[in-house]
C-alpha cells in the first residue's frame, strides 16, 4: 500500500495547471485577509492562502479555521453610485452620501430625496 496517496493527485493538477499556462504557490505568513461589502467585513485570522495565476488573473483561494463577521456601522457606497447622484441631484459627494445612508442605499429614493424639497 502506497503511502501519501493526496501527494501523486497534487502532482497531477500541477502538470494540468502548467500545461494551461497557470503557475500556483503557497503566499506565506498571512496575518489575515479581510473581505469588505458594502455592509460588512469578513475578518479571516492566519489563513493558508494560495495564489493561482494565470496570464490575466489570479486566483486567490483562502482557506480558514474560524472567521469573524463585523457589521459595518456605516455602510460603503460605490464611487459610481456617489457620483450618479451628484450629477443627477446636483449635489456634493456629501449630500449624495448623506442621502444614500438614509436611503439604505436605495439610489432612486436618495435622487428622489434630493430633489424634491
Known amino acids: 500500500m502506497m503511502g501519501g496517496g493526496g501527494r501523486g ?3 497531477q493538477m500541477r502538470r494540468m495547471m502548467d500545461k494551461m499556462g497557470m503557475d ?6 498571512v ?3 479581510i473581505i469588505k461589502t458594502d455592509k460588512k467585513e469578513i475578518i479571516i485570522s492566519k489563513p493558508a492562502v494560495t495564489e493561482m495565476k494565470t496570464k490575466d488573473s489570479s486566483i486567490f483561494q483562502v482557506v480558514a479555521d474560524s472567521y469573524e463577521e463585523k457589521e459595518l456601522e456605516v455602510q460603503i457606497f460605490s ?3 456617489i ?3 451628484c450629477q443627477q441631484a446636483n449635489v456634493d459627494e456629501e449630500a449624495a452620501k448623506n442621502a444614500l445612508q438614509e436611503c439604505d442605499g436605495d439610489l432612486a429614493r436618495a435622487i428622489l430625496l434630493l430633489t424634491t424639497n
Open 9 to 11: 493527485g497534487n502532482r
Open 83 to 85: 457620483s450618479l447622484i
Open 24 to 29: 500556483m504557490e503557497e503566499v506565506n505568513n
Open 31 to 33: 496575518q489575515e485577509v
Open 79 to 81: 464611487d459610481e453610485d
